[in-house]
């Protein structure tokens, strides 16, 4: 089914290890986001991208980065992994004007960082 | 979010009886979205509200937006267990945020059998 895809579904890392997160969108959307789910904290937008090689900060961007190289993929990198990011990662991609539908989400990446 | 409060964070219901969610902005809302996040899976879009006082209804969910749309509820009728979940309010503050919709911090529905 068409949709947005996050690889790996679970992860575990120890404190100082990296990794990227995978998203992948096949409803050919322009923008294209990565939130942060805490406890009672809600979604927290990390990295944003409104186009093929464009991205931009959103509110918590420290200790990661992201790149969108090709239209349809967004990747998440954990240069050094602390165990404050220990959460539940959603990709989301919208079309440039996301009405009426707003976003399609992934299933989420869930990360513990020991 | 500050700028999204949503309320009750919690909410225990027996299977049967009705409830409301509501979402409250600090400022005007272009747009205002509910999605529903079951546990280990990703939001599932609901409903979109645009206009001052706005509604609209999906099986046995209704969503209303305020006239003066900063407020949003989100009401549940004879609640069945099917309905648990997070649900969440996602609010479009158009140009000031850019593209991004500002997320409220959620509301736990649990559904009594």
């Not at chain 1, 890392?13 to 992948?24: E, F, H, I, N």
């Not at chain 1, 944003?48 to 790149?67: F, I, L, M, Q």
């Not at chain 2, 949503?6 to 979402?23: D, F, M, Y």
Request: aromatic share 10%; charged share 20%; hydrophobic share 30%.
């Amino acid at each position: 089914n068409a949709g947005v895809t996050q690889t790996p579904k679970f992860r575990v890392l120890k404190t100082g290890q990296s990794m990227t997160l995978l998203c992948a969108q096949d409803m050919n959307h322009e923008y294209m986001y990565w939130y942060r789910q805490d406890p009672g904290m809600g979604l927290r937008l990390i990295h944003y991208s409104v186009g093929e090689g464009t991205t931009a900060k959103g509110e918590v961007p420290d200790g990661y980065n992201v790149s969108r190289l090709k239209k349809q993929n967004f990747l998440l990198g954990l240069e050094s992994a602390a165990p404050s990011q220990t959460s539940v990662y959603f990709c989301a991609s919208s079309l440039r004007h996301r009405r009426p539908y707003g976003y399609t989400f992934g299933s989420g990446t869930r990360l513990t960082v020991v | 979010s500050q700028e999204l409060e949503q309320s009750p964070q919690s909410l225990i219901v027996q299977e049967g009886k009705n409830l409301t969610i509501n979402c409250t902005s600090s400022k005007t809302l272009y747009g205002l979205y509910w999605y529903k996040q079951k546990y280990g899976e990703g939001l599932i879009f609901l409903m979109m509200l645009q206009k001052g006082g706005e509604e609209k209804s999906h099986e046995k969910i209704t969503a209303k937006l305020d006239e003066k749309k900063q407020q949003s509820s989100l009401h549940i009728t004879a609640s069945q267990p099917s309905h648990a979940g997070i649900y969440l309010c996602g609010a479009d503050f158009s140009q000031e945020y850019g593209n991004k919709l500002v997320f409220g911090a959620g509301t736990i529905l649990r559904v009594k059998s």
